[in-house]
């Protein structure tokens, strides 16, 4: 036994990392730090650990092709590459997984009398309002062969555009202004500390921390469907492929990406 778990130490050592490399590049301004990222993948340029930072985004990108909206120099807008190689393509939800909850240890350190939840799939809020968005690309065959994590992080932004139903920042919750380069330091410490918890097999640790902060779990909703009809349910988890549990009248349902929509 002792003979197996030196081979296993062993073997763990020299193929899993103990921290990622990670290679951070700031520009004043691009169009969006995932299509920056996007080429030098394409081109074979990007290795694992590459963090590309924008101050400013023209066409910062969201979800369902929603544009990202940052004044200058006020927010964290980031891309980051990861090569998780051992992952197989079906749990790939676990890279949206650590990414989410790296955000809400984040937030819990910079606002620790706040409850930090993450709304299905990538999204994080704070009282009810939305302070980070993610935004990830995977390459897949059998494994996941690249990841290109997109972040957007409210910091210091007071005013957003009417449009945006319900923003929030750091700076609006917290009172204070904060170091943005700090904040980045500490957030890829998190996602460090959570890639790890991936590499050594700790999946079900990392899903059912991510469904016990899951934005409404266990609260009555009003929910639309993709075919515009409303209904009243419950969410009572996501599973391992990230389909979204919402039990309605007794009955459970699962919902894939984009098939239902949360009130605002």
Known sequence: MRMLRIIFEFWSLNFF????????KTFDKLPSTNDYVREMTDNGAAEEGLVVRAKYQSKGKGQQNNFWYSDKEQNLLISLVL?????PAEDVFLISQITALS?????????????????????????????????IQNDLSQHVLTSIIGIGLNVNQRVFPSV??????????????FCIEDILNTLLQKCNERY?????GS???????YNACLYLLDLPALFLRKDGNSFKGVIRKV?????LIIESEGEFYAFGFREVEFPH
């Open 17 to 24: 990392p103990l921290a990622i490399k990670f290679n951070i």
């Open 83 to 87: 090569r998780p190689l051992h992952i």
């Open 103 to 135: 955000l809400k240890d984040l937030l819990h350190d910079l606002l620790p009398e706040e409850k930090v939840r993450i709304k299905w799939p990538n999204d994080l809020y704070v009282r009810d309002k939305k302070i980070a968005g993610i935004l």
């Open 164 to 177: 945006l139903p319900n923003p929030t920042s750091l700076r609006i919750l917290a009172g204070v202004s």
């Open 196 to 200: 790890m918890q991936l590499l050594g």
């Open 203 to 209: 999946y079900e640790m990392i899903r059912e921390e």
């Open 239 to 243: 599973t391992d492929d990230g389909s």
